[in-house]
């Protein structure tokens, strides 16, 4: 059984900086290509940024491009984000996402295990 927790939400003002983790445990994390999505307040959940199981391949939401950079490491069975210049539409519950099937996609329903959330507020 896949279990993701995510930590290192907070709040922080608009300009700052803030680096979410995620730990995979329970399988062989180098398996799956790894996603972060976000959901704010009354909206859909959308997808952030994706990295390949290797490493070797990235792609980011338009939003976040230039901003965000997406990293893993399959020794410690992470996947991190590192979030700067942040804005408060940045403002969202941040989830990190496991696909076994490696299809390389943005879309929610591709992804097979979710994180249980980690909430990232950017105040103005």
């Known amino acids: 059984q896949v279990q993701l927790v995510e930590s290192g939400g907070g709040l922080v003002q608009a300009g700052g900086s803030l680096r979410l983790s995620c730990l995979l445990s329970?399988?062989?994390?180098?398996?799956?290509?790894m996603g972060w999505f976000r959901q704010a307040p009354g909206k859909e959940r959308e997808f952030v940024a994706v990295?390949?199981?290797?490493?070797?391949?990235?792609s980011y939401a338009d939003s976040v491009k230039g901003r965000f950079t997406i990293s893993r490491d399959n020794a410690k069975n992470t996947v991190n984000l590192q979030m700067n210049s942040l804005k408060p539409d940045d403002t969202a519950v941040y989830y990190c996402?496991?696909?076994?099937?490696?299809?390389?996609?943005?879309?929610?329903?591709?992804?097979?295990?979710w994180g249980q959330g980690t909430q990232v507020t950017v105040s103005s």
């Open positions: 996402a496991a696909d076994r099937t490696t299809s390389w996609s943005t879309s929610v329903s591709a992804y097979n295990y």
């Open positions: 990295i390949r199981w290797s490493g070797g391949r990235t």
């Open positions: 329970g399988r062989t994390f180098s398996d799956y290509d």
